[in-house]
């Protein structure tokens, strides 16, 4: 009797571990599917604004923030659609998803603070303290999953991937994850501000306006997918532990290279409308399109061109090839 009552559990058990497997393996699939979708939708945009820009600091970030998540995402991909991985790959596997995570949201936040440093006229008084609170957090967060001491392990064939098998520690990787909340809540406040002080002395910056409203839309995606992740942390089981995690390293590439693409699309849309005016032509009365004169800027000096707020580069403009 005890050994079939033991036969039922087992079967159980391994009931229980295929159905949280397959659902973490199609979580990230949906996560990869999506990745690739957006880097193939933006590969046209990222060409215009991204690759024929000058190497700089936000280019580099752009591209370590991008291309991250997906090189992340394939090793998953290739660990997770697998079999028989040893304990010691599985054990690595999961403390270098786990730091590469929290990497990617500080990469994510970083694109962020770039925002809240230009909305606030580049005042490090305000956003040096901002983002040592995203850089505090970060590190706190790491030392806790570190602390939590896991243990994973990959199971019997013919089921593929690594799972986690356990926490010595489960209350620190637990509430790790409330540290990211508080980093993405501080971004956030500042960015409220800020669209209080717009409505407040109702400037009509159509630049400032979609910064602050871009970055709402990227605060309110993480938020709601961190909040979603520490509720399935609390609640479930430790093999649904990573439904949501995919989903957590490609909004901050999905979005947070949106964020950047579209900051430098419309500078330059409301830098050319300024002067998409007619102006008087050295002829006296007779006009012609500002645009015409960008067709001279070949011959024109590089320090006569209009320069892009960020990087200080060259922006490209019609007619500069």
């Avoid at 990869?32 to 690759?51: A, F, H, P, Q, R």
């Avoid at 910064?211 to 399935?232: M, P």
């Avoid at 419309?266 to 008087?280: K, N």
């Avoid at 399109?289 to 990087?311: C, F, G, I, N």
């Amino acid at each position: 009797m005890d050994s079939s009552t033991d036969v039922i559990q087992d079967i159980a058990s391994l009931k229980a571990l295929a159905i949280a497997l397959f659902s973490s393996k199609y979580s990230l699939l949906g996560a990869y599917t999506v990745l690739v979708y957006d880097i193939t939708l933006m590969l046209s945009d990222e060409m215009k604004y991204i690759w024929r820009r000058e190497w700089s600091s936000v280019k580099r970030l752009y591209m370590v923030n991008r291309y991250l998540a997906l090189l992340i995402q394939t090793i998953d991909i290739g660990i997770q659609f697998t079999e028989g991985h040893s304990q010691r790959v599985c054990q690595h596997y999961w403390l270098y998803r786990f730091a590469l995570t929290i990497t990617v949201l500080i990469m994510g936040a970083s694109i962020l603070t770039i925002r809240v440093h230009a909305v606030y006229r580049k005042n490090w008084k305000i956003t040096g303290p901002v983002y040592a609170v995203i850089i505090l957090c970060a590190s706190i967060c790491a030392a806790l999953v570190y602390m939590s001491e896991l243990e994973a392990n990959s199971p019997d064939p013919p089921l593929p991937g690594c799972y986690i098998q356990s926490f010595k520690h489960p209350f620190f990787i637990i509430n790790a994850w409330i540290l990211p909340l508080v980093g993405e809540s501080v971004l956030s406040s500042a960015m409220v501000y800020k669209a209080w002080e717009l409505w407040r002395t109702k400037q009509n910056s159509v630049l400032l306006t979609n910064i602050v409203y871009d970055s709402l839309i990227y605060y309110i995606s993480i938020f709601v997918l961190l909040v979603t992740n520490f509720l399935i942390w609390q609640t479930q089981p430790v093999n649904f532990y990573l439904l949501i995690v995919p989903w957590l390293q490609i909004t901050p590439c999905v979005l947070g290279g949106r964020l950047l693409i579209n900051m430098r699309q419309r500078y330059r849309d409301e830098t050319l409308a300024s002067v998409d005016q007619t102006e008087t032509s050295t002829y006296g009365r007779f006009k012609r399109p500002v645009q015409e004169e960008y067709e001279l800027q070949k011959y024109m000096p590089a320090s006569s061109l209009p320069r892009d707020l960020y990087t200080g580069s060259s922006i490209y403009l019609p007619g500069s090839d």
